[in-house]
T-cell receptor, first 113, second 115 residues
Framework: KAGVTQTPRYLIKTRGQQVTLSCSPI?????VSWYQQTPGQGLQFLFE???????NKGNFPGRFSGRQFSNSRSEMNVSTLELGDSALYLC????????????FGPGTRLTVT | QKEVEQDPGPLSVPEGAIVSLNCTYS??????FMWYRQYSRKGPELLMY????GNKEDGRFTAQVDKSSKYISLFIRDSQPSDSATYLC???????????????FGQGTILTVHP
């Protein structure tokens, strides 16, 4: 089976802009979780989607949002970018039955200037 | 205080050594425990997954969970230079409510195995 894919792999944006990141889960996986990874804070949970519904959300401002499509693909959006949003954004998929084993994609490296 | 504490290292060992990586946690609701390996500029790769207390072995890797002490370990036998990476522990309570799809991670331990 193909692994989790994320696009784009690298992004450079300017403060105040918005950005959309995409994630395609492993075939058959219905749950997608998003994480932000920074050197100072490590991996922090953003939100989780299952069957097009957000089931859980972490402690991030409303500028961070996401959605999931009927084919389980997911997108996350960050509006009004701030310098502190520079990070590696990781998407992980699991069967979601529930399933606790999450498989990560390579991430999208976002740099905000 | 963080829910999961992990010594960031760095840890440097010679090839062939036994490596011990550890995490402690404070949330007694955690029941599912995982170890991930992350190479530079890559996403985390799931190495081991265990439920509740006990040991699990997979090749050169052994995961231990001691829920009474809120302590988990990963042992790597016969370490290789290719094991050089950051190792992250992660854990989750039983799914439901605010725990759906959420893993809580340690900060990661940077491991270098030198030839």
């Amino acid at each position: 089976k193909a692994g989790v894919t994320q696009t784009p792999r690298y992004l450079i944006k300017t403060r105040g802009q918005q950005v959309t990141l995409s994630c395609s889960p492993i075939s058959g996986h219905r749950s997608v979780s998003w994480y932000q990874q920074t050197p100072g804070q490590g991996l922090q949970f953003l939100f989780e989607y299952f069957s097009e519904t957000q089931r859980n959300k972490g402690n991030f401002p409303g500028r961070f949002s996401g959605r999931q499509f009927s084919n389980s693909r997911s997108e996350m959006n960050v509006s009004t970018l701030e310098l502190g949003d520079s990070a590696l954004y990781l998407c992980a998929s699991s069967e979601g039955l529930p399933s606790y084993e999450q498989y990560f994609g390579p991430g999208t490296r976002l740099t905000v200037t | 205080q963080k829910e999961v504490e992990q010594d960031p290292g760095p840890l440097s060992v010679p090839e062939g050594a036994i490596v011990s990586l550890n995490c402690t946690y404070s949330n007694s609701a955690f029941q599912y425990f995982m170890w991930y390996r992350q190479y530079s500029r890559k996403g985390p790769e799931l190495l081991m997954y265990t439920y509740s207390s006990g040991n699990k072995e997979d090749g050169r890797f052994t995961a231990q969970v001691d829920k009474s002490s809120k302590y988990i370990s990963l042992f790597i036998r016969d370490s290789q230079p290719s094991d050089s990476a950051t190792y992250l522990c992660a854990m989750s309570p039983k799914a439901g409510g605010t725990s759906y799809g959420k893993l809580t991670f340690g900060q990661g331990t940077i491991l270098t195995v030198h030839p």
